[in-house]
Structure formats: C-alpha cells, structure tokens
C-alpha cells in the first residue's frame, strides 16, 4: 500500500450493516447520516452468509484503529523487554512482567471487542 493510499480519507467510524434489502444484499452505512459507504451483494449466496460477510466487514472496520494500537503497544513492549534483557545484567522480572502485562490485559480486550 503507498503512503497515498493510507492518507485517503474515509467515511467516520463507527460503520453498521442493515438489511437485507429486496436483492438480499446489506448496506454499509454510517449511522449519523445513514447513507451507504459500501454494499455486500448477495450474487446468489446465502442469506446467512451474506450477513456474515457484513458482519465481518463491520467488525474489522470498526476494530481496525483499536487493532493497529494494540500492535504499536505491543512492539513498544517488546522492544522495551528486549533491550533490557541485552543492556542490564540483571534484569527486574517485576518491572518487564508489569509491562508485558499491559500488553497482555490490552490485547485481550481488543480480541474481545473484535471477536464479539
């Protein structure tokens, strides 16, 4: 992806899915103006899945900022442990245990909100 691609801007967040519509397709919409950002098209699927299809879309969209920090926390963490591991002698357990932790407590709550 180029740097162009990231700068892009889009649609506010939170994003929801309503339907089917009459096609069986669902809509993509931003609640605070209700007009469609994207549509999952049934092309002959299953109902069931198409929802599922906009359900994930949903849910990933909508976890992908919570998603990029836990990963940004978690590599400051890491490199955090590893450096001290290779600087000091002696390395304090409590001190690298609590900030691995952090990491640990922030990334279940994440998976959570993405799993739900």
Do not use: C
């Amino acid at each position: 992806m180029s740097q162009s691609d990231t700068d892009r801007a889009h649609t506010g967040l939170p994003w929801r899915a309503e339907g089917p519509d009459m096609f069986g397709d669902f809509n993509i919409l931003h609640p605070a103006d209700s007009l469609a950002v994207a549509a999952v098209v049934s092309n002959m699927r299953p109902g069931a899945e198409v929802q599922g299809n906009a359900d994930l879309i949903i849910r990933a969209v909508n976890s992908h900022d919570d998603l990029v920090a836990a990963l940004r926390l978690s590599y400051r963490t890491l490199a955090f442990a590893f450096n001290r591991i290779h600087t000091l002698p002696r390395t304090s357990d409590t001190e690298l245990a609590e900030a691995i932790e952090k990491v640990r407590a922030d990334i279940e709550k994440t998976l959570a909100k993405v799993q739900s």
